[in-house]
């Protein structure tokens, strides 16, 4: 069974390199959002060198690597399950012998080592060159920061599971997709680190599992986060996705015995 999930990561692999203009025109994108960032903090800095607990090198820097990271655990899982659950081909997935939970996360592994590989790693090394952006020199940073990448995948697509299997009941969950989805971007501290928000709003993302997927990480990368403190952040990515695994198994347990065909 190993080698079947195995198979199928190589199988996404695969398909996402056939796509190539996709590929090139999304380093681009994601350089001119980077861009965009990039100058947007500098002039909200201005003579400050401090701002949220992040020197302009660390935020500049922060930016960089956030926009990089996502495009590592970025995918339409949610989507690809609530259209499999509308035109009726999931019902041929009940049958097969192999847990489509597990199926889709390995299809979203696959999409996200193709952006690793040939979209993360040479478009973080063209922004390097391009902005100010300071990299971490300790090993231990890397790999540290690379095992909460992983994790930051994990749970956002726990999340994005959930969020498509709600198709299951609502029929129609491309609203709740729509709102998923700017959630994630503005409450993982993509677009506004956690630390700008006010104090109440902080206190309240902490109960939110969305931070854990990119401020968390981003942090321990640009410094802001150091020493021991880096395992108490890494252990929060552990408890969301421990945490996360009972409502994605409670929804799938329940749509099992929901499923009626949309159409023919």
Do not use: C
């Amino acid at each position: 069974m190993l080698s079947a999930y195995v198979e199928i990561i190589r199988m996404r692999f695969l398909m996402m390199l056939a796509y190539r203009v996709n590929y090139y025109s999304g380093i681009i994108i994601y350089a001119l959002n980077i861009g965009a960032y990039y100058f947007l903090w500098k002039a909200i800095y201005g003579s400050k060198e401090l701002l949220g607990g992040m020197t302009v090198t660390q935020m500049t820097t922060y930016v960089a690597v956030s926009w990089m990271a996502r495009a590592f655990y970025f995918n339409n899982l949610d989507r690809e399950i609530a259209s499999e659950i509308k035109d009726g081909s999931v019902a041929t997935q009940f049958i097969r012998p192999y847990n489509y939970i597990i199926v889709k996360m390995m299809q979203g592994l696959g999409e996200g080592l193709f952006r690793f590989l040939l979209f993360s790693t040479p478009g973080m090394v063209i922004v390097t060159l391009l902005f100010h952006v300071e990299l971490p020199t300790d090993p231990k940073v890397w790999i540290i920061f690379l095992i909460m990448l992983f994790f930051s995948f994990l749970i956002n697509s726990q999340i994005n599971i959930i969020t498509g299997l709600f198709a299951f009941f609502l029929e129609n969950n491309e609203g709740m997709m729509r709102m998923k989805r700017v959630a994630v971007d503005l409450f993982s501290g993509l677009v506004v680190p956690m630390s700008f928000f006010p104090g109440w709003a902080e206190g309240l993302m902490k109960l939110l599992p969305f931070p854990a997927i990119t401020y968390l990480p981003g942090s321990v990368f640009t410094g802001k986060v150091a020493g021991s403190a880096v395992y108490g952040v890494f252990a929060t990515q552990l408890v969301w996705f421990a945490l996360l695994i009972i409502p994605l198994f409670v929804l799938w347990r329940s749509a099992r015995t929901r499923l009626f065909v949309q159409g023919g």
